[in-house]
């Protein structure tokens, strides 16, 4: 029974995996491109693509976003991070739904694996810390590996797909993705969060990455994206994987100082909390 799986998997692979996609995502060129691509690209392997979904699909995926409460969303606001993540998958609505389905659908673990060389990739249905990411005026996410397994089963978490929601979004409102070397000591590499633009990069110790500058869109807009992270059982020529959170920067890479660290310093925490609740719902 091994073997003839086995064989089920070369002969998809030898027909060509993107013959199974050609109807759903838009490659600018054959995927082993794209791999030597990923493979290549510094600071760690990573790839962009623009305009991989159908415009249609996220523009439905834009206009079906639960509104910012508090039932719906985890907001994360500390020292390095202020963000709101989609509290859970049954939150999501038909297009969210469909397009879920779709980055957990074999042909699209398949096409992933051929890019990044990693297989038997298994992914998140529950969408436990990804789904609707949303920055607000302010928002953040300091430089940092992300965490290395999954919240629940302990699957190891090898990538990261982002794709970003944000029609007419000016370079001046900031939230650009940066890419850090291995020791966060400089960003190699900054990604506009436009719409239907997508970035899939490998989550690992050293990988730095981060929005370290607060994003400054007008008030009652925010920075918007959807994320899923895919895993694997263990890490090759790893007996053990030991599990952590996001781990940040040295501080001494971290930009200067702010008015705002200033004010969070010398205000009480219980009214600092206060001020930073009252200030986003205004927005």
């Known amino acids: 029974m091994a073997l003839n799986w086995r064989f089920k998997i070369d002969k998809i692979l030898d027909n060509g995996i993107a013959g199974f996609l050609r109807n759903t995502i838009n490659l600018p060129t054959q995927v082993e491109n794209l791999s030597a691509s990923y493979k290549a690209a510094k600071p760690f392997p990573h790839i962009v693509l623009d305009d991989l979904f159908p415009s249609a699909l996220l523009d439905c995926l834009v206009a079906e976003m639960p509104p910012l409460k508090e039932e719906n969303w985890v907001r994360h606001d500390s020292e390095q991070l202020l963000r709101f993540n989609l509290r859970s998958a049954v939150y999501l609505g038909d297009s969210g739904f469909r397009l879920a389905s779709f980055l957990h659908s074999a042909a699209f673990l398949y096409f992933l694996s051929e890019l990044t060389g990693i297989w038997d990739l298994l992914p998140d249905p529950y969408l436990q810390g990804s789904g609707y990411h949303v920055m607000p005026m302010g928002g953040k996410f300091d430089i940092h590996c992300d965490r290395n397994t999954a919240y ?100 001494i890479y971290q930009r200067k100082r702010t008015m705002r660290d200033l004010a969070k310093d010398l205000i009480p925490p219980i009214v600092w909390r206060t001020l930073r609740k009252f200030l986003v719902e205004r927005k």
């Open 152 to 251: 629940s089963t302990g699957l190891t978490r090898r990538l990261s797909l982002n794709i970003y929601l944000n029609k007419g979004w000016k370079h001046q409102y900031g939230g650009q993705l940066e890419l850090w070397n291995h020791d966060a000591s400089r960003c190699e590499v900054v990604v506009e969060p436009v719409f239907n633009r997508t970035i899939i990069f490998e989550i690992a110790d050293g990988n730095f990455h981060g929005l370290p500058t607060p994003v400054a869109c007008p008030r009652g807009q925010s920075r918007n994206s959807f994320a899923v992270y895919y895993h694997t059982v263990g890490l090759t020529g790893h007996e053990k994987v030991a599990p952590h959170g996001s781990v940040y920067g040295p501080s």
